[in-house]
């Protein structure tokens, strides 16, 4: 298969690709890989599309949110998570469909946050519940036998440094086990679901 994958140099997009390895991956980033794209920006989607040609397979492993206090969180601070990793992986899929053979597969990242808050997280809480309710609706419309799934990782042992004060009482998972959910959503069957890797 063919496969994009944005954030391929990432903690979750490292181990993505290594596991599709098997495939054609191509690589896209903000600062590397193949491709570069800002995902907030809609005319860089659409360059990267373009410059990519028909793909059998879109993964989205990216997405900033915001961290911090609810009691002093600002509506600008809201919006990082609302157009970087909601906004962002929804109009890749939005264009992304377009681009995609006949059985085609969309994976986007949601995270362990959506379902098990933490503090801090609301912005992430929000978000990651917004991506697989639009993952939901969307599989219920997508032609062409197209899919489209949500991963819904752990916080990574790879990342256990940077976030567990966040995280208390977590267990962090191996990111190579994180990377066979993405495996299973672009060679599997499955449709409209969430993936979860906890
Ligand atoms: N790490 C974890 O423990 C964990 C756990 C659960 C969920 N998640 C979720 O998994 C996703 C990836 O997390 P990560 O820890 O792997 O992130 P990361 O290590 O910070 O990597 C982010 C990747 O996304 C790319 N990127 C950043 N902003 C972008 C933009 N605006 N447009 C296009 N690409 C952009 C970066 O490209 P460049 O390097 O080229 O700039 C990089 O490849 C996020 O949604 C995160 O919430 C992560």
Known sequence: ??????????????????????????????????????????????????????????????GKVHFGPLAEMSTEQFRIGLEDKLLGQINLALIGQHHLN?????????????ETPIRLGSNATTVN??????????????????RINAVSPNVLAE?????????????PVPA????????RSVEGVENGQVLRVW
């Open 159 to 171: 990342s256990w440094n940077k976030y567990q004060n966040f995280f208390p009482g977590f267990e």
């Open 1 to 62: 298969m063919k496969i994009l994958l944005v954030g391929a140099s990432g903690a979750v997009g490292q181990a993505v690709r290594q596991t599709l390895a098997h495939h054609q991956v191509l690589t896209a980033g903000r600062n590397s890989g193949d491709f570069r794209v800002d995902l907030t920006d809609e005319a860089s989607i659409r360059a990267l599309f373009q410059a990519a040609g028909r793909l059998d397979a879109i993964i989205s492993a990216t």
């Open 102 to 114: 006949d059985g085609g597969s969309l994976t986007l990242t949601s995270g362990i946050i959506s």
């Open 176 to 183: 190579s086990r994180v990377a066979l959910a993405y495996r």
């Open 129 to 146: 519940r917004a991506l697989e309710g639009f993952v939901l609706g969307a599989a219920a419309e997508l032609g062409r036998g197209l």
